[in-house]
């Protein structure tokens, strides 16, 4: 079974694929090393 974050997601698709509101990739933000420290290492 999936997780209640997954379901979520999915109806979410669905309700905007619905409306018709395109859901596109976001542009990566700029990486956090070029500040000379990371947040996930």
Known sequence: MSSAGEAACSYAALILYDDGIPITEEPEEESDD????????
């Open 34 to 41: 070029d500040m000379g420290f990371s947040l996930f290492d």
